[in-house]
């Protein structure tokens, strides 16, 4: 399994990001990192031409929803619908659902344990 | 027994006696309070003279919106402010700018031009009301519409006092707003400093901020060791300016956290403020005793607080506060019980000031100065602390130093890495949350047990309205002028503050301000490592 981490929009906060990266590599996932401040169109080339399984998008900003939205949309119109789009950060509960429809697979608010996450990709359980 | 640890990694005992502060020179190592190098605190009454300063981090949606906030804290009893600005306005983006879209408002204020920095301080005295700007690549701007704002309110210059941010390192560490390269950053920060010192006698023209760097995973000792390292390279800054160090060293301050284990925090700024002493006299050669004093916020430490039962929160908080009173703060602020969730309610910052106030007023922390002096623990701790943070500061130097640490990506690496160290002994147990690893309770439901603030989208609308109607009514040729003037600055060599000072009070935008700078200096290339 490949994973791009990303980092989307304007939050510059990548300690989670950087955290889940360090724990996925630990757990035999190959693991690419954006860096901060990636549009989602520049998020979405990079998941192509790095030909990953999973992109996971880290936003603490509050603006997951339209973030998550146009990677989710992006992905779609190149033809990398199967490019499977998880959302982790400080998401309110009541967005995760709404995360969910807009074509997240996985949800991992602020709180969730680490093993928890690490598992979700390595049981592939997304 | 337990094997227990320090944040900072030393090993902790189960009894301390004279033995372990047997190493103390009490005359050289501890002294009085007011007096170098300053370990029991700044001033020699402390808090019996006067209590710390109250200053919660406040700002969301609209100028309109925040100043109806602050004027909410300050009818309860918050005697300063600290500004919380949005995404764009920290990155010099338009509220109108296709990046900024969706980020409009949501973690701070939106500013877009000096009418929006006038409406967020209509009917506060800016003469009277100490106010910090949490501003970092936009520092210069933001601050000038502020010293506009006081300059409108007829506020004498030697009365204003505003700290902005202006700490650009820990941005490149830790937080992420910048926008120049390394280089042409650090000269903003120069000119401001420079500028300030000037004109504005009281402002305190940079923060120096361990929290950041903390709060994105590093340790205790790091936190004041990288704090210390990043204060020595602005002090060098100003130095090769011609500046004499107490021209500005005065009134340089510090932002630090205080969440960890009580003791450790209160031994990392009793050690903190005799090494930032030590080094600004014996170092650098201030001679104003006020040169060498370590002037410090505490608090912060969102990262200490957990999403599972939230309310909790609110009895951490109070521990914050107890050990950012024992470390001798000169001003503290608290997070907030809802952070886990999204920025704070109105309810949440109440209950942090309340919390404060508690503190301040009921428990007896402010009756004395530093009243764990003398502890057999405290003292030990707080030499262990000194060894520690001299031995990360002396890693600091084998990057090549603070400015070439964060120009590698080195010291990047080495928060991610603590970072993750933390996150496995958060799994492992061997740091309790309560209620999240220790003690777990019923899981997380779709809606939290706590109310939390919920972003109203209308405040974007009213802030494009805003900035749409001040392009069309400010004379557009003495803004490109002044615009044109602040990219033939950049060019050259000397201060922006003139030119930037101009731009604003001709209504140009923050983003034309921004981009006009840019133009020049090029973007930040992050270097990406973890």
Known sequence: ?126 | MKELRAHAGFPIKPVYGPQDAAGVDVERDIGRPGEYPFTRGIHPHMYRERLWTMRQYIGFGTPAETNARFKYLMAHGQDALNVAFDLPTQLGLDSDDPRAEGEVGRVGMAVDSLADMEEAFAGIPLDRVSVSLTINGMAAPITAMYYAVAAQQGAAADRVVTTPQNDILKEFIARGTWVYPVEPSLRLVADLIEFSAKRYPRSNPVSVCGYHIREAGCTTAQEMAYGLAIAAAYVELMLARGMSVDDFAPRLSFNFTAWGKIFEEVAKFRAGRRLYARMMRERFGARNPKSWMFRSLIGGGGSAFVMQEPENNIVRGAYIALAAALSGAQTIALPTYDEAYTIPSAKAQLLALRTMQICAEESGAADTVDPLAGSYYVEALTGEMETTILAELARVERMGGIVEAVKSGALQAEVARQAYFFERKLVSGEIPKVAANCHVGEPVGADPEVEVYAFDPKAVESQLARLARVRRERDDRTARTALRRLSDGARGAGNLMEPIMECVKAYATLGEIARAMQDVFGEHKESVKF
């Open chain 1, 1 to 126: 399994m490949k994973v791009l981490i990303a980092k989307p929009g304007l939050d510059g906060h990548d300690r989670g990001a950087k955290v889940v990266a360090h724990a996925l590599r630990d757990a035999g996932v190959e693991v690419v990192y954006s860096g901060l401040k990636r549009t989602p169109e520049e998020i979405v080339q990079a998941a192509i031409q790095e030909d990953v399984d999973v992109v996971g998008l880290s936003v603490l900003s509050g603006a997951h929803a339209l973030l998550a939205r146009r990677v989710v949309e992006g992905l779609r119109a190149h033809g990398a619908g199967d490019i499977k789009v998880v959302v982790g950060g400080i998401i309110p509960p009541r967005d995760v659902a709404e995360l969910r429809r807009l074509g997240a697979a996985r949800v991992f608010p602020m709180g969730t344990p680490l093993p928890e996450i690490v598992d979700a990709f390595t049981k592939q359980d997304l």
